[in-house]
């Protein structure tokens, strides 16, 4: 079995209408809830071996902020190809890693990470800014996973629901 941590970017500020949407920083409620999760993930001994996190302004900074809030040590990997993701994209990418890493925490955008959690439990949940999905995964490798894995969904953490 794997665990798949599906974290998506903080809230944008689109104060500066001359960057690009990949440039867009992290608003005041961003900052916010990108530690509030962090904190949970360390709360909830999420520990993930590895982070696979879109390189986008947005999702590194709130991939920063909740790696220092969980105090975790796992390494992490900027890649070019979850920017913007589809859910296929995002498991071509997850295919790629080592047997080794039971538990991965991708930070990422929607809409791809709304699919994903669609297509794998077949049921449409909202994964609002800053939202952390759980999910346990019915394979031993993750050259396995496709869209058709069984995939149980353990709960989604929204930033609004937390204390």
Known sequence: MKTLLLLRHAKSS?????????????????????????????EKNFAPDLILCSTSTR????CELAVAAAELA?????????Y????????????KHADSQPCILVVAHNPGLEELLCVLTGEW?????????????????????????????IN????KELA
């Open 14 to 42: 689109w104060d500066d209408p001359v960057l690009s949407d990949y440039q867009r920083p992290l608003n005041v409620r961003g900052k916010r809830d990108a530690p509030r999760m962090g904190r949970l993930i360390k």
């Open 156 to 159: 989604i953490y929204r930033p």
């Open 74 to 82: 796992c390494p992490v990997s900027l890649l070019d190809d979850l």
């Open 59 to 62: 999702t590194r900074t709130t």
């Open 84 to 95: 913007h993701a589809s859910s296929k994209a995002i498991i071509t990418v997850l295919n």
């Open 125 to 153: 949940k909202k994964l609002p800014t800053a939202a952390l999905a759980h999910l346990r995964l019915q394979i031993d490798s993750w050259k396995d996973f496709t869209l058709r894995s069984d995939a149980q969904l």
